[in-house]
């Protein structure tokens, strides 16, 4: 019988004992079961292994069948970012705190692993957006974002000005400390301690949450996820002005600058347990209540 996958990559944070632990695990049991193993780059000084081959994430994306991310969210979001750019599944073992990406539980990890190497998976997609900012008309910066694009101000409560157009339509002008542009995969993340709403993964959808508006008025609104979202920066604002795509990317943006803010044409394509169930996760992260009856 046929390997489903045959090269597998392994991802994890560096100098991280837990994380170098799992991969080590990881990479026993693949190897015993014939697997070809790649050990990415900067993971790998802190991993105990002989011989081992280390490849960067791109090499990572461009041969293997399969990654195993390990480590929390955060990191996932980094290794996503890359690896959405290929044709490759992705798995999460969870080294971190919530852990809303990483389904495997480091404790736990080789029954499950195993079948899903033996197919017994499901596959979804999840798209991401990519944030461009543009300067006199020229495009300046750009970046990708598996959770959200956050337009804001460079230092701690600080407002800027800025209007924002759905698909070339003027919707609102705003005063505020920024804007949150969420996918549904980010909605449980920044989005959400800021107020906005669950998006379940399925949805083809996007939600903007102002941060701190100079109204009480203003709310969150989801717009359907093929929009095109333009922000337009006051000419007035101050100078320090960023985006910041998932946290860890910044995109330095200039009063009178334009924002947009748009579906890549990549996806992340994530391999769950058939166990797996997105409210299950909602409810174990959250602490939401179980069934009464």
Same mark, same amino acid.
């Not at 597998?8 to 693949?30: M, W």
């Not at 100079?214 to 100078?239: F, Y």
């Given at each position: 019988?046929?390997?489903?996958?045959?090269?597998?990559?392994?991802?994890?944070?560096?100098?991280?004992?837990? !994380?170098?632990?799992?991969?080590?695990?990881?990479?026993?049991?693949?190897?015993?079961?014939?697997?070809?193993?790649?050990?990415?780059?900067?993971v790998a000084p802190?991993?105990?292994?002989?011989?081992?081959?280390? %490849?960067?994430?791109?090499?990572?994306?461009?041969? !293997?069948?399969?990654?195993?991310?390990? &480590?929390?969210?955060?990191?996932?979001?980094?290794?996503?970012?890359?690896?959405?750019?290929?044709?490759?599944?992705?798995?999460?073992?969870?080294?971190?705190?919530?852990?809303?990406?990483?389904?495997?539980?480091?404790?736990?990890?080789?029954?499950?692993? !195993?079948?899903?190497?033996?197919?017994?998976?499901?596959?979804?997609?999840?798209?991401?957006?990519?944030?461009?900012?543009?300067?006199?008309?020229?495009?300046?910066? @750009?970046?990708?974002?598996?959770?959200?694009?956050?337009?804001? %101000?460079?230092?701690?409560?600080?407002?800027?000005?800025?209007?924002?157009?759905?698909?070339?339509?003027?919707?609102?002008?705003?005063?505020?400390? &920024?804007?949150?542009?969420?996918?549904?995969?980010?909605?449980? %993340?920044?989005?959400?301690?800021?107020?906005?709403?669950?998006?379940t993964p399925n949805?083809?959808?996007? @939600?903007?949450?102002?941060?701190?508006?100079?109204?009480?008025?203003?709310?969150?609104?989801?717009?359907?996820?093929?929009?095109?979202?333009?922000?337009?920066?006051?000419?007035?604002?101050?100078?320090?002005?960023?985006? @910041?795509?998932?946290?860890?990317?910044?995109?330095?943006?200039?009063?009178?600058?334009?924002?947009?803010?748009?579906?890549?044409?990549?996806?992340?394509?994530?391999?769950?347990?058939?166990?797996?169930?997105?409210?299950?996760?909602?409810?174990?992260?959250? @602490?939401?209540?179980?069934?009464?009856?």
């Open positions: 019988m046929s390997k489903l996958y045959k090269t597998i990559g392994l991802i994890g944070k560096p100098n991280h004992k837990g !994380a170098s632990t799992t991969i080590e695990t990881l990479y026993q049991y693949l190897t015993d079961n014939g697997y070809k193993v790649l050990i990415e780059s900067s802190s991993i105990n292994i002989d011989q081992m081959i280390i %490849a960067n994430l791109t090499n990572i994306g461009e041969q !293997a069948d399969l990654a195993i991310v390990v &480590g929390g969210d955060g990191y996932m979001l980094g290794a996503a970012r890359v690896l959405s750019c290929y044709h490759i599944g992705v798995i999460g073992v969870n080294r971190g705190n919530l852990g809303f990406l990483t389904d495997l539980s480091p404790n736990e990890i080789i029954e499950p692993l !195993a079948a899903i190497l033996h197919g017994e998976s499901r596959s979804e997609q999840r798209f991401i957006i990519e944030a461009e900012v543009y300067r006199h008309g020229k495009l300046k910066s @750009s970046n990708s974002a598996v959770n959200e694009a956050v337009l804001h %101000a460079g230092k701690v409560a600080s407002m800027i000005e800025f209007e924002v157009y759905i698909d070339g339509t003027f919707m609102f002008s705003q005063r505020s400390d &920024g804007l949150i542009v969420s996918t549904p995969t980010g909605s449980t %993340a920044y989005s959400m301690s800021a107020g906005g709403p669950i998006l949805l083809n959808a996007l @939600s903007l949450v102002p941060m701190f508006p100079h109204t009480l008025t203003s709310r969150p609104i989801v717009v359907d996820g093929d929009s095109e979202i333009k922000l337009i920066l006051a000419n007035d604002n101050q100078e320090n002005l960023q985006v @910041s795509c998932d946290g860890h990317v910044i995109l330095a943006v200039m009063p009178g600058d334009e924002v947009v803010i748009k579906k890549s044409p990549h996806t992340l394509r994530l391999i769950h347990p058939l166990d797996h169930d997105y409210f299950n996760v909602l409810r174990s992260k959250l @602490s939401w209540g179980n069934k009464l009856y």
